[in-house]
């Protein structure tokens, strides 16, 4: 009974179901960021004097430590899966909203002056345009949200054991079993690469517009004067 | 017809872009909008599509505000070019091209095939079709762009600084390739630039604009070469705007002589009853092959490698006296030689008749404006 893939009874779960478990609580909050990012960085991106608050505000959030979070929110929501996920799911759009904010910002001023020109009016514009020209920044904002958020979960095997793989590592001490911590950081490792992996393999279907090798857009054409204030209208 | 009314724009701070400018822009011709940096042209331009919205007056196109109607409709209306294309990065080339099709709810089968027939129509290759704008060089981005704003038939085309980002040849290609194009289709274009080269050759009609948005010129290229309205716009035409008003004047009045052009078997008596210091010697079909003086031609026997160099010819009529006087210039010996469509010499004319054939021109143009002024 002392397999590397022997999991403690008390933990309720397979080796396969804890990784299932650590999956939806590392990713959904991601999901759930990028849903809340998505509106917010638009209306920074519009409202430029938003920006500078809202990226102070996310930023102080993302200095509490995660525990405190789950200490804090302990009252709210108990020991639960989504006392983890809140946390997470803040951390992440910490991370979005400058990602997406940046990529939107970086589609060059003619597209967008020709794009209005074209007669797209403000949301086909963003669609249409922005968005899919912001994509290689977003999916650079996602994996550096989806490696923190699965490295993150473990901490919730202190409230409650909701640390899906994390829980492990409790385990490991409880019964001396020191493979048992060795299983979780491994797993936990391939599980992110194995999702960084996905994520790259998403951003190659979604840009093949991009220059290969570099993968990164070349702005064959940039401006040499500023725009007038109409072409962002 | 786009009417300006005493359009001025005002910014919040206090900056005046515009300055109550008022413009007519004829139907099917070239309008081009020449100013410095700071003229408010492209702001001008772009009150045309309500990009910039008009602090004051109004904007008809064909006796209706432009105000009246929806601001995509109006858009979708009016090609418009950009500097540096402004593609969609994320699009093919064909996608890029079907945009206002597709958003004015064609098939995409018809959009697509009516992109392709653009393709060609502004010189590029087919193949390109299904590649991505950072796969095209900056002068076949250009012509994308210029496909882009044509595709769904607009009457009206709005480009500002469309050249002004690509290199000397590859912009003469393209101003070549739009006046064939406007040739075709003839649009109605306002045209945004800040070279007065690139005006004079493109424009049907030119407004010079001043620092301030304020009108200091509108007329066509000729006029404006002759006639400058003040000391502004002879500043901003340049120093050498009586050469390039020549741009305007036919060489067909040229008076040519065929005294001095003997062909490459006269004989001794031809040779010495022309009179002439230089001699222009033709092939048997007619065609020059170089200068040479009388005295080192022997009748019968003329060695074609000896001769001096004929320069490039002109063909009068189809040549300006601009070029006619630069072959005179370049040949080397004062003289420029006149040939038919087909190459083959009609005569010769000195850089003293070309001189002559100007004075008479300007005397006419003088006389021409006195008629016709305003």
């Not at chain 1, 009874?9 to 990028?34: F, M, Y």
């Not at chain 1, 200490?71 to 803040?90: C, K, N, R, W």
């Not at chain 1, 970086?106 to 020109?117: F, H, K, N, Q, Y």
């Not at chain 2, 418009?80 to 093919?92: D, E, K, M, S």
Request: charged share 20%.
């Amino acid at each position: 009974m002392n397999g590397f893939f022997d999991i403690p009874s008390d933990l309720q779960h397979s080796w396969s179901g804890l990784i299932g478990l650590h999956l939806r609580e590392a990713l959904l909050p991601v999901a759930a960021g990028l849903l809340l990012a998505l509106p917010l960085a638009q209306l920074c991106v519009r409202f430029r004097r938003l920006y500078p608050p809202v990226l102070g505000a996310t930023t102080v959030l993302y200095a509490i430590p995660s525990l405190a979070f789950f200490v804090v929110l302990i009252d709210y929501t108990g020991q639960s899966e989504l006392t983890v996920m809140i946390p997470l799911a803040v951390y992440s759009l910490v991370v979005l909203v400058p990602a997406i904010v940046d990529g939107v910002r970086s589609v060059p001023g003619e597209t967008l002056a020709a794009a209005t020109a074209m007669g797209f009016g403000p949301v086909r514009r963003y669609l249409q345009v922005q968005l899919p020209i912001a994509a290689p920044a977003i999916v650079a904002g996602l994996r550096v949200a989806t490696a923190s958020s699965i490295s993150l979960v473990s901490v919730g095997a202190l409230i409650g054991n909701q640390g899906a793989l994390g829980n492990l590592l409790a385990a490991a001490q409880k019964y001396d079993r020191p493979e048992l911590a060795v299983n979780a950081v491994l797993t936990m490792a391939a599980l992110a690469i194995l999702c960084d992996a996905l994520l790259v393999l998403l951003r190659t279907l979604l840009t093949p517009w991009m220059p290969r090798g570099t993968r990164r857009p070349r702005p064959a054409a940039r401006s040499r004067r500023p725009e007038p204030e109409a072409a962002t209208r | 017809m786009i009417r300006i009314d005493s359009v001025t724009k005002r910014y919040p701070d206090g900056t005046v872009a515009v300055d109550r400018l008022s413009l007519d822009v004829p139907d099917r011709s070239i309008t081009v909008l020449v100013g410095p940096s700071g003229c408010g042209k492209t702001t001008t331009l772009r009150m045309i599509n309500r990009m910039v919205e008009p602090t004051e007056g109004t904007i008809l196109l064909d006796g209706e505000d432009i105000r009246r109607r929806p601001v995509t409709d109006l858009r979708r209306s009016m090609g418009y070019v950009i500097q540096n294309a402004g593609l969609f990065p994320h699009r093919t080339i064909v996608d890029n091209i079907a945009t206002v099709p597709r958003m004015l709810g064609w098939g995409r089968q018809r959009a697509r095939k009516r992109a392709a027939e653009l393709m060609e129509r502004v010189g590029l290759d087919t193949s390109l079709a299904e590649r991505y704008p950072y796969q095209l060089s900056g002068g076949q981005q250009q012509r994308v762009g210029v496909a882009r704003a044509l595709a769904a038939d607009p009457p009206v085309l709005l480009m500002d600084e469309p050249f002004s980002a690509v290199d000397p040849v590859v912009r003469k290609g393209l101003q070549d390739e739009l006046l064939r194009i406007q040739e075709e289709l003839g649009k109605t274009i306002v045209f945004v630039t800040h070279d007065i080269d690139e005006a004079v050759k493109l424009g049907t009609m030119v407004a010079v604009l001043r620092e301030g948005g304020r009108l200091a010129q509108y007329a066509s290229p000729a006029e404006l070469l002759s006639a400058p309205a003040d000391g502004f716009v002879e500043d901003f035409l340049g120093a050498d705007r009586g050469i390039r008003r020549l741009s305007f004047l036919s060489s067909a009045a040229l008076e040519l002589t065929t005294d001095a052009v003997v062909p490459a078997d006269a004989s001794a008596e031809r040779i010495a009853a022309s009179g002439a210091r230089y001699l222009l010697v033709t092939d048997p079909d007619g065609r020059p092959l170089g200068w040479a003086e009388p005295g080192e031609l022997i009748a019968g026997d003329i060695r074609t490698d000896r001769l001096l160099p004929h320069g490039r010819p002109f063909v009068p009529g189809a040549d300006s006296l601009r070029v006619a006087l630069d072959c005179a210039v370049l040949s080397p010996t004062g003289w420029a030689v006149a040939v038919d469509a087909g190459g083959r010499v009609t005569g010769v004319v000195s850089q003293q008749a070309i001189g002559e054939a100007i004075r008479a021109a300007h005397a006419r143009g003088r006389t021409d404006q006195a008629g016709v002024a305003p």
